[in-house]
């Protein structure tokens, strides 16, 4: 890493991964697609295409941190996982540094342990448990997220070792308020040091071409890049590209952005599509802001079948009103007849 000023990190389709979630989507059964959940890996490549490094994530489908679940199957994308950093000529047993993360509390507010994202990065192959002795003196960093996250912009911030005594070397913060993810644009994560001073980015790039753009909806497979000064520690340089695969996991790593729902084509629906426009973002909470199109019931046919225009329903007969009492005539003054003159 000392002579690196821009690396390009892609992360590899899983088939089995990408049909199990697709399959889920189309019946409704999200459990399916736990199911096929595999670990991630990734190659790291230099700006002239030069292959650099390798990244597998080392994880159990069905692991338990104490007596809580932390696999992939039942806590994706929080489980906890390591993953190692090695050259494509070696193995993940040769590695020049790992990163251990364990099983968190994902999309909710960052305001205690259990529900701050965190990573290690350590030199050097894993010699921790179960294999051996402890890694703490290969310490390079450890990432956390601060009390409430960074409130409206996802932050990072980047120690020189864990426990209290660590020292911040660096703040991660992103471009974006309140709003993060999608496939319409970059998504930028400025690095600067203690001081304030610039110290890199890290970008999610947008796709590219129609291949990328496919690959972006129907898998949760991202292209990132790397920007760091020349002369930047190579400490600090692998603190930002463990940094980087932490961004991925609580980010970009809940599915593609389309959905297809063909679970109620059976009863007469049309198919629902479901697109991922963004995630807001708010104090470490994570909700996907979705839109869909279709899903809309189909008209039912008449009762009395064969194409026949249904009968028009029955004019309501009004009331008949009864009939107003005709006034009796008044009667007429009886003529007063003139008194007879009297006789004389």
């Given at each position: 890493?000392?002579?690196?000023?821009?690396?390009?990190?892609?992360?590899?389709?899983?088939?089995?991964?990408?049909?199990?979630?697709?399959?889920?989507?189309?019946?409704?059964?999200d459990a399916?697609g736990a199911?096929?959940?595999?670990?991630?890996?990734?190659?790291?490549y230099?700006?002239?295409?030069g292959?650099?490094?390798?990244?597998?994530?080392?994880?159990?489908a069905?692991?338990?941190?104490?007596?809580?679940?932390?696999?992939?199957?039942?806590?994706?994308?929080?489980h906890?996982?390591?993953l190692?950093?090695?050259?494509?000529e070696?193995?993940?047993?040769?590695a020049?540094?790992?990163?251990?993360?364990?099983?968190?509390?994902?999309?909710?507010?960052?305001?205690c342990?259990?529900?701050?994202?965190?990573?290690?990065?350590y030199?050097?192959?894993?010699?921790?448990?179960?294999?051996g002795?402890d890694?703490?003196?290969?310490?390079?960093?450890y990432?956390?997220?601060?009390?409430l996250g960074g409130?409206?912009?996802?932050?990072?911030?980047?120690?020189?070792?864990?426990?209290?005594d660590?020292?911040?070397?660096?703040?991660?913060?992103?471009?974006?308020?309140?709003?993060?993810?999608?496939?319409?644009?970059d998504?930028?994560?400025?690095?600067?040091?203690?001081?304030?001073?610039y110290?890199?980015?890290?970008?999610?790039?947008?796709?590219?071409?129609?291949?990328?753009?496919?690959?972006e909806?129907?898998?949760?497979?991202?292209?990132?890049?790397m920007?760091?000064?020349?002369?930047?520690?190579?400490?600090?340089?692998?603190?930002m590209?463990?940094?980087?695969?932490?961004?991925?996991?609580?980010f970009?790593?809940?599915?593609?952005a389309?959905?297809?729902?063909?679970?109620?084509?059976?009863?007469?629906e049309?198919?629902?599509?479901?697109?991922?426009?963004?995630d807001?973002?708010c104090?470490?909470?994570i909700?996907?802001?979705?839109?869909?199109?279709g899903?809309?019931?189909?008209?039912?046919p008449?009762?009395?079948?064969g194409?026949?225009?249904?009968?028009?329903a029955?004019e309501?007969?009004?009331?008949?009103?009864?009939?107003?009492?005709?006034?009796?005539?008044?009667e007429?003054?009886?003529?007063e007849?003139?008194e007879?003159?009297?006789?004389?």
């Open positions: 890493l000392a002579e690196t000023e821009k690396l390009i990190i892609k992360q590899k389709v899983s088939l089995l991964e990408a049909a199990a979630q697709n399959l889920a989507n189309a019946v409704d059964m399916l199911l096929g959940e595999t670990a991630n890996t990734y190659g790291i230099t700006d002239d295409g292959h650099k490094f390798n990244v597998v994530e080392t994880s159990e069905c692991g338990f941190t104490g007596c809580c679940p932390s696999g992939r199957i039942c806590c994706n994308p929080n906890k996982l390591q190692h950093f090695f050259m494509p070696h193995s993940k047993n040769e020049m540094m790992f990163a251990d993360r364990p099983c968190k509390c994902g999309s909710c507010c960052a305001c342990s259990i529900c701050k994202q965190e990573m290690t990065v030199e050097g192959p894993d010699s921790g448990p179960p294999g002795e890694n703490s003196d290969k310490e390079i960093a990432i956390t997220q601060p009390t409130f409206l912009s996802p932050q990072l911030n980047v120690m020189d070792r864990s426990g209290d660590g020292e911040q070397i660096a703040t991660i913060t992103a471009n974006a308020v309140c709003c993060i993810g999608g496939i319409c644009c998504h930028t994560f400025n690095v600067t040091d203690s001081d304030g001073e110290m890199g980015k890290i970008v999610k790039e947008a796709p590219e071409g129609i291949g990328d753009a496919l690959k909806l129907a898998t949760d497979a991202d292209n990132f890049t920007y760091v000064p020349k002369e930047l520690d190579p400490k600090k340089k692998a603190a590209l463990g940094a980087l695969h932490l961004i991925d996991y609580m970009f790593e809940n599915g593609g389309a959905n297809v729902d063909l679970s109620g084509i059976m009863s007469g049309m198919p629902e599509v479901e697109f991922k426009c963004c807001c973002y104090c470490g909470c909700c996907p802001c979705t839109t869909s199109c899903g809309s019931e189909e008209e039912t008449p009762e009395n079948g194409g026949e225009e249904p009968e028009e029955a309501e007969v009004p009331e008949e009103e009864e009939p107003e009492e005709e006034p009796e005539p008044e007429e003054p009886e003529e007849e003139p007879e003159e009297e006789e004389e």
